[in-house]
């Protein structure tokens, strides 16, 4: 019985029609109940091949929603990247030396550009982004007061400065000392290479390398405001041979009272503001 059945299901197959089955099989003298089982395979097969077709179109329709929904969500997130900030920091200050020096080469970036022509300083801190809890370099070109316990970036433009003194010619090349009452506080200092600076309680002096004229150069006041009634900053055009005195003084006033002494390029005075305050 299973190798007839097995032959009617293959007829079956093969897209013979029941009742041309049928009479094959009364022709060949089958019995009238394997005759009627035509009906019965033929039936069954019909139902495998609906449930085969209906688990087709499911699986298909399963792959269709899972690439249209992996794709809303990949979109969504690119979108997401994509509304980011240019450039954000996960804190209010930089916590690596890297962080450090994109925050301080961003603000120089922005006092060089074309829309910054003829500015001498730039104030750079920190604002929170609440869209994305990220915080994003601010830029202020007017500098009306310092906040205490803010981590700012002043930076200053040295060659239009210098290019404005008479007595400067474009052969020169020069030293600067920048003087900070008080210092601006940088947990990140003692990574960094400060060998021509002086810090002390009641202030900083540091002094750059020689540079030429025609090569832009930026000097900068970077660190925690701390608290203080007022700010004092100054940059001085300063000897090379006078240098290896001011970094051997022991005191802040010994060494601001020699810097002082020589060519005023930029001054800043300005008051230092607590929370309550602002």
Aim: hydrophobic share 40%; with cysteine.
């Amino acid at each position: 019985m299973a190798e007839i059945d097995n032959w009617i299901k293959e007829q079956l197959k093969k897209g013979f029609k029941k009742e041309q089955i049928k009479a094959g099989l009364k022709k060949a003298g089958y019995p009238q109940n394997t005759v009627d089982s035509v009906d019965f395979l033929a039936k069954k097969n019909k139902q495998t091949k609906q449930l085969v077709i209906g688990l087709t179109v499911f699986l298909v329709v399963v792959i269709i929603v899972w690439l249209i929904v992996g794709n809303y969500a990949n979109k969504k997130e690119v979108d997401n990247v994509q509304q980011l900030p240019p450039f954000y920091f996960p804190y209010d200050n930089p916590t690596t030396l890297d962080e450090h020096d994109d925050f301080v080469d961003l603000c120089r970036g922005v006092l060089s550009s074309e829309e910054s022509e003829n500015r001498e300083a730039l104030l750079c801190s920190f604002g929170l982004n609440k869209e994305f809890d990220v915080y994003v370099p601010l830029f202020q070109f007017s500098i009306s007061e310092l906040k205490a316990g803010q981590y700012i970036s002043i930076v200053v433009n040295l060659n239009d400065l210098i290019k404005k003194l008479p007595d400067v010619s474009e052969e020169d090349s020069f030293n600067i000392c920048s003087i900070a009452e008080p210092s601006l506080i940088d947990p990140l200092s003692e990574e960094m290479n400060l060998e021509q600076n002086l810090i002390f309680p009641d202030g900083e002096v540091f002094c750059s390398k020689a540079f030429e004229l025609d090569t832009p150069y930026f000097t900068s006041f970077t660190g925690f405001v701390p608290k203080a009634e007022i700010f004092n900053a100054g940059i001085y055009l300063v000897p090379q041979e006078v240098i290896p005195g001011i970094l051997n003084k022991e005191s802040f006033s010994e060494a601001k009272n020699i810097v002082e002494s020589y060519t005023l390029l930029w001054h800043l005075k300005r008051p230092v503001v607590s929370q309550e305050q602002r």
